[in-house]
């Protein structure tokens, strides 16, 4: 399996050909909308989608048979299933008849091949009604033929090799079929899609999910047969329109299932799925860009750039908590306590500010491991630091915090809440009964 460069266990959906190395979209620069960059050398990048990174053909089989129970499929389920049972018992002429079922059969096969096109870019829905009746004779037409030509090459195989050889042929182009009608859809040219070289290839792409698909095939094949000779032909009406709805339902998953064999192998068949490549290259905010950045960075060991890099955004976004925590974790992590020094006060701030006051206890005791001496130099940090510190059940940092806070800031006006708090912490502390009186008498000045 196929990963990125930082993340092991998760599938690449970018290439830098420049650095030669691959990524997920996890770390990637989407600064610009409809591009993603390097962030080792700011190229630009080529969408990757690797067939490990689409989920499996085979845990798709449940969402295939819910592929047809869509409002537009449902419809042209039905609606062909019923004009091509009316037609058919119609007197209307041998070859009138015969031109409109034709059309009906064009429509149902371009219908289906349409399904196939549609998946194959990663469109997991079936096509609009509209688009049933566009080029129908034209696909029609050009399917005759691929068949008249295998028939003819058949006969001519059959006459110089013997009927044995021409079996074993036979037998061998039911199982690559699915390939060439695949071919087809990719191609849109009839040569092509008849060239072993194109269908035996894409078959060597696909490897062992092609077999996993021919089996699928197999079995709605013979379920088609099962159920349509379970119905009957006893009220011929009703039994073709059952019959008929039953064998489109099943080609429509069938066809599909090829195409999502080509979506799930577009990057080594040569592919382009534009609904993927949209929804990989959408434009992320500044911030997510910078976090991305940082965990690249990280992984790669550029503490320094790490530290630049988290500057420069909060200073760019000063109300954005993302940012703000994840500065303060990497400074916690790598024990950076200079910036920490500085950064503290300004992050304990925004905590308030942002009403983030549930962070602030937990948060404090890892900077207190790092810095003890740590004093906030803003009056209302002490405050709310001490509070928190007392209800988390440490009273004597809580009065650490309060003392002498009426000398250094007279003008705070909280004093009263301060020291009220401070007096109720040292009650809690054994032998504080003096400085708790002192408390008390300071308080009483406060108020008066």
Same mark, same amino acid.
């Given at each position: 399996?196929?990963?990125? %460069? ?59 048979? *819910? ?10 389920? *039905? ?19 015969? *031109?409109? +079922? ?14 196939? @096109? ?21 696909? !029609? ?5 691929m068949f008249v030509l295998i028939g003819i090459g058949l006969s001519l195989l059959g006459g110089v090799l013997g009927p044995i050889a021409a079996i074993l042929v ?9 390939? *060439?009608?695949?071919? $087809? ?13 194109? $269908? ?22 013979? &379920?088609?047969?099962?159920?349509? /000779? ?31 064999? =080509? ?20 434009? /992320?905010?500044?911030? &997510? ?41 990497? !400074? ?29 206890? @937990? ?14 130099? #803003? ?22 915090? =309060? ?5 250094? $800031? ?8 301060? #020291? ?5 912490? +040292? ?10 009186? %002192? ?10």
């Amino acid at each position: 399996m196929e990963s990125c %460069k930082y993340h092991p266990d998760t599938s690449p959906n970018f290439r830098c050909d420049a650095c030669v190395d691959d990524f997920c979209t996890q770390c990637v620069d989407h600064s610009v909308e409809g591009e993603a960059r390097c962030f080792q050398c700011g190229g630009l990048l080529r969408v990757r989608i690797p067939a490990d990174s689409v989920e499996p053909l085979s845990k798709r089989l449940k969402k295939a048979f *819910i592929y047809p129970l869509n409002r537009n499929a449902i419809g042209f389920i *039905i609606g062909l299933s019923v004009i091509t049972t009316v037609l058919s018992i119609l007197p209307i002429g041998g070859l009138l008849q015969f *031109i409109a +079922l034709m059309f009906c059969s064009g429509v149902a096969v371009n219908y289906s091949f349409l399904c196939l @096109k549609a998946t194959s870019v990663g469109h997991m829905e079936p096509p609009t009604l509209s688009e049933a009746v566009e080029g129908s004779f034209s696909i !029609l037409i050009r399917l005759f033929a691929m068949f008249v030509l295998i028939g003819i090459g058949l006969s001519l195989l059959g006459g110089v090799l013997g009927p044995i050889a021409a079996i074993l042929v036979i037998m061998t182009l039911i199982v690559v079929l699915p390939a *060439i009608l695949m071919s $087809f859809a990719m191609t849109d040219n009839l040569v092509e899609a008849l060239n072993p070289a194109n $269908f035996f290839g894409l078959i060597k792409a696909t490897g062992l999910r092609y077999w996993v698909l021919i089996i699928f095939l197999f079995i709605m094949v013979s &379920s088609v047969s099962l159920l349509s /000779a379970v119905i009957g032909d006893e009220q011929h009406a009703l039994s073709a329109i059952v019959q008929s709805s039953i064998s489109s339902y099943y080609s429509m998953v069938e066809f599909h299932l090829m195409g999502y064999l =080509l979506y799930q192998h577009q990057e080594r068949l040569g592919l382009s799925s534009h609904d993927a490549e949209d929804k990989l290259l959408r434009a /992320a905010t500044p911030a &997510s860009v910078a976090l991305a950045h940082v965990n690249l960075c990280l992984k790669a060991g550029e503490y320094s750039r790490v530290f630049s890099i988290l500057h420069h955004a909060v200073a760019s976004d000063p109300k954005n908590t993302r940012l703000w925590q994840r500065y303060f974790d990497v !400074l916690c992590k790598l024990e950076n306590k200079p910036t920490l020094r500085k950064l503290a006060d300004r992050y304990f701030h925004h905590l308030l500010e942002s009403g983030q006051t549930f962070r602030m206890l @937990k948060d404090a005791r890892r900077l207190q491991t790092l810095l003890p001496d740590y004093m906030p130099e #803003y009056p209302h940090i002490r405050y709310h630091l001490a509070n928190e510190y007392f209800g988390g059940g440490d009273a004597k940092t809580a009065v650490q915090l =309060l003392s002498g806070l009426h000398k250094q $800031f007279p003008d705070y006006g909280r004093l009263v809440d301060a #020291y009220t708090l401070m007096k109720q912490a +040292l009650e809690t502390l054994p032998g504080m009964e003096v400085q708790a009186g %002192k408390c008390q008498a300071l308080l009483d000045r406060l108020k008066a």
